[in-house]
């Protein structure tokens, strides 16, 4: 895996041993950004990438001009990799790492004032969700696929998405990756599909705020309604 764009395009991703992760290619990871390009919600924005292994998305998006990107896993040897990918490219400044279960905490704010990046803090229960300034525009959702089967009312995925639509920013973006025959619901609370797209055996589904949903008051810098 390499970054495919932006101030480290090139850069080789560190990956550790074994079958932890599930790397995207870099022209499914590319196709993704340029999607994301006509939302114009990357450059200055806030990035969450959730179950984050080496943290594929959340680097490209800094390197794409990202303000800051948190990312989330439980799993603290892979983090000590994503660790590494972090510093390897410099983005420790714009970067934060957080040792918790992504179903419950969602797109965590900031951890006992914690707002530098290099550290894994471990993270506990719903109360770290609950209180998240600012909201985020990105946010990736890509569990791994047993984790993402069940997506119907009641499962863990809805859960997470339902807990996303409070902490997304209002013209921000949900970006989920499963298994091509995953059915997603059309909508989750607030969220709703307004785009799909198919590569190979999976599926990355865009989830926007219903427009009559979207709390005024955004703390983006730059509006748009997907």
């Not at 993704?32 to 939302?39: N, P, Q």
């Not at 990736?140 to 902490?167: C, H, I, T, W």
């Not at 709703?192 to 810098?221: C, E, Y």
Request: glycine letters at 8%; proline letters at 4%; charged letters at 25%.
């Amino acid at each position: 895996m390499r970054i495919t764009s932006g101030t480290k395009k090139g850069m080789t991703l560190l990956s550790p041993k074994g079958d932890k992760t599930r790397p995207i290619t870099d022209r499914v990871k590319e196709s993704i950004f340029d999607v994301l390009y006509k939302y114009n919600l990357i450059e200055d924005r806030l990035v969450a990438d959730l179950f984050c292994g080496t943290g594929s998305f959340g680097l490209e998006a800094v390197s794409r001009g990202a303000k800051e990107a948190i990312f989330v896993d439980t799993d603290r040897g892979v983090l000590e990799v994503l660790k590494k990918n972090i510093a390897k490219a410099g983005f420790a400044a714009q970067s934060r790492v957080v040792c918790a279960n992504a179903f419950k905490v969602g797109a965590p704010g900031s951890i006992d004032g914690q707002t530098s990046a290099g550290s894994v803090r471990q993270a506990h229960g719903p109360s770290l969700s609950r209180a998240v300034e600012p909201k985020y525009s990105l946010v990736f959702v890509d569990p791994p696929y047993e984790m993402s089967k069940n997506s119907g009312e009641g499962s863990r995925l809805a859960g997470l998405l339902e807990l996303l639509a409070e902490q997304l920013a209002n013209d921000g973006l949900v970006i989920v990756r499963t298994e091509k025959r995953v059915n997603l619901l059309d909508s989750y609370g607030s969220l709703r599909i307004i785009d799909r797209r198919i590569w190979s055996s999976m599926a990355v589904a865009f989830l926007a705020l219903r427009k009559d949903d979207k709390q005024t008051g955004s703390n983006t810098d730059n509006s748009h309604t997907p």
